[in-house]
């Protein structure tokens, strides 16, 4: 088994500072209330960042929240609204998804959001990871995922929730580790594991938390296309480009068919995911966990 | 993705003159009632030819409906028919499936029963298409799909319903292409191609269309065995023998336990099915890419 | 298919006579109620062997249960309480499930205890093989397959329930040759299996009765490890050492939400699943397959 330190505690602390967590900061710069303009490019100072190509409809998400992409308040919510603007925009065909720093594509939940916070706190937090899933899963376009760098725990969820992955190769790693730090996986992350590697691997990788390099990834089947890391947006553009030579109602038609279950299955139990994650979570044991491992971030920052 | 022109138009209208579109002359002429006789060779005039091993208890059922084995009214009602008689038939044991017409097992639907017709109509087509699956999916009988030739979209439904698939090696395609025309495939077919090739690759096969050659095909699981043309049929002959000797009684438990929730299924949402066909296929956009469709068939063939 | 002959008739009646059938004569002298001294090694004469050790937790569960180590009524008695012992043994945190007498690690339920036997008394017995299964598959515990020789039909139940199988390389096989006897698996066997290898693969193993040499079995999935007879215990051991680094109740947890469906299922279905099997092996085709398979070893004896 793998492990994967996210980030040094240095730049953890430096990240707290610059998007306060729960202000509404980045979502009022948000890029996504452009698009109507039609060619968006962002500023770096914005925490997600969208340009769109008009002639073949394909827009390009990069997750620009420094320096690992962790999902903060503000940065789920940057990514719902840009995905749900997209959505709308009937120029757009298709989206990728990718960081703006190479190296890492996202390190996955902040877990300051659920370090010595209430239960409601955390059940909030937890609803804006939700209602992000719920956008982005059930998106009638194309989706990709660029994955150029490290994508364990909420980068690897990312990941999953779109239509087909590219990933980096090297050593980056990919992977629900949750249970690393005494953590649950929520059972809709867990389906689309089972759905993508298949029941036995996804319970074990579940149980182990397992991170698995980029070539172990492909092999099981959690990535299916490896690249340089240069040529992962390149290739990401090529196969969108590919799959929209289909037409876009059968085909989202199609993959509405796939995917209804599990989003109705989660909009049904939503209330119900929340509590489990919230009382998982604020539990003494798993408090203590993340304790230590912030700990140890910022013993390894010294 | 490959792509798989079915037939030209020029045999398509040819085929049209020969077995009119709704009319019961091939029913009519259906070797299937004479199967009480214990042996039985067809004539070259039927849609589908039978022939039984009084040995072995394996039947051979050649699907003749030249030129590529489109499957139109008749021919649904004529294998619904020839699967039926064959389950009641207590010396039959096992049914191979494959094509009178090497090199096309089957190009799947009649495209003409989908095309500028009444929604009645298609909902009367599509009913069809359930009937003549649920005998074969749901049959005691060992069954084997001789793919020798190409497989798409109906032919890969009819290959997917048989226990085992052998295919021709070389240049022939198999797999779910309905999103190319605009279609979209049913539920249970959905459901079968995951069940064959896991949720994964099916969620994308079935979202791309894609066409997989033979060699594809087997690597993911869709057919389990890869022999050349000329020896699919024996090939397909000495599997049924191997499984025959299981006791036929388990055996058929056994797969019914595994198949009868999909079967349950579409019995009960057997309505539902039928006005989502219907409503899908009416639409104007997929009217129009079947237009499209059979123009380009009509040039290539001049 | 392969075929495998669990063993000789003469062992069988060795076996019979040894263990009377019904009799809590294994119980009574079960080992399993010496846990709560911490520190236990069982003598020879008994059907399971426990030994733990105290700084790594690790229990290992020997069967022993010559020749073949058959599930009769005492050997489920004793695992299952075995299994619940350490279940509630806080200083157990795995367990390692292995054969005593290497070269089989279990030849599956003892076909005696369906021989000839009241429609009542096999349905008894069954439910045995339900909560033996029940505690096993539902343990909080992490659960090594150690699997040391040849495994079919009960003998691939007891390794599918666990959490990681480690396999004996060489000509040993595994699988679920149930319909091979005119017998049919059950639902939530056959959903394991399912579970492990995939629909598809499931489906033909279990019409079949697919016996499956260890390195096919791997490349199935069906075990996840091959190593040399000798090293099994040790890799296993390993191997749950690398399984303990994980925190227990994160791990636990996530377990239980992978297999908790399947487990409420059972119970949910109980009786409706002991009526199955009992009227399913009461019926006189397979007391005839029964029968001349016992024959058949009778004669192999001499």
Redesign the interface.
């Known amino acids: 088994?793998a492990t994967f330190i996210a980030s040094g505690g240095r730049v953890w602390r430096k990240f707290v500072k610059t998007f306060p967590v729960g202000s509404n900061l980045a979502l009022k710069r948000s890029p996504t209330s452009a698009l109507a303009n039609g060619r968006l490019f962002s500023t770096s100072s914005e925490n997600v960042l969208v340009s769109k190509d008009e002639k073949s409809g394909i827009a390009t998400v990069r997750m620009n929240n420094p320096p690992v992409n962790s999902l903060n308040t503000a940065l789920l919510l940057s990514l719902r609204s840009c995905f749900e603007e997209l959505e709308k925009d009937k120029s757009c065909r298709a989206l990728i998804l990718t960081s703006n720093k190479p190296k890492v594509f996202c390190a996955g939940l902040d877990i300051l959001e659920l370090y010595q916070k209430s239960p409601d706190y955390v059940g909030q937090f937890w609803e804006k990871v939700q209602d992000m899933w719920l956008s982005l899963y059930g998106s009638r376009l194309v989706t990709m995922a660029a994955i150029n760098g490290h994508s364990p725990a909420g980068g690897c969820l990312l990941s999953l929730a779109c239509?087909?992955r590219i990933m980096a190769e090297g050593n980056f790693v990919i992977g629900l580790n949750?249970?690393?730090?005494?953590?649950?996986?929520p059972?809709w992350l867990?389906q689309m594991m089972?759905?993508?590697?298949?029941?036995?691997?996804a319970?074990?990788a579940?149980?182990?938390?397992a991170l698995y390099p980029s070539n172990k990834a492909l092999q099981l089947?959690l990535v299916?296309k490896l690249v340089p890391i240069e040529d992962v947006q390149t290739v990401a553009e090529e196969e969108a480009k590919?799959?929209l030579?289909?037409?876009d109602?059968?085909?989202a038609?199609?993959?509405m068919?796939?995917r209804k279950p599990l989003l109705d299955e989660l909009r049904k139990r939503k209330q119900e995911d929340i509590q489990t994650f919230r009382d998982?979570t604020t539990r003494e044991?798993?408090q203590l966990?993340i304790q230590q491992y912030l700990e140890k971030l910022k013993a390894k920052s010294k």
């Open positions: 088994m239509d087909y949750e249970t690393q730090l005494d953590l649950v996986a059972f867990r089972v759905d993508a590697i298949g029941y036995r691997q319970e074990m579940l149980m182990v938390g089947g299916d590919n799959w030579k289909i037409p109602q059968a085909r038609i199609t993959k068919a796939s998982e044991s798993v966990s």
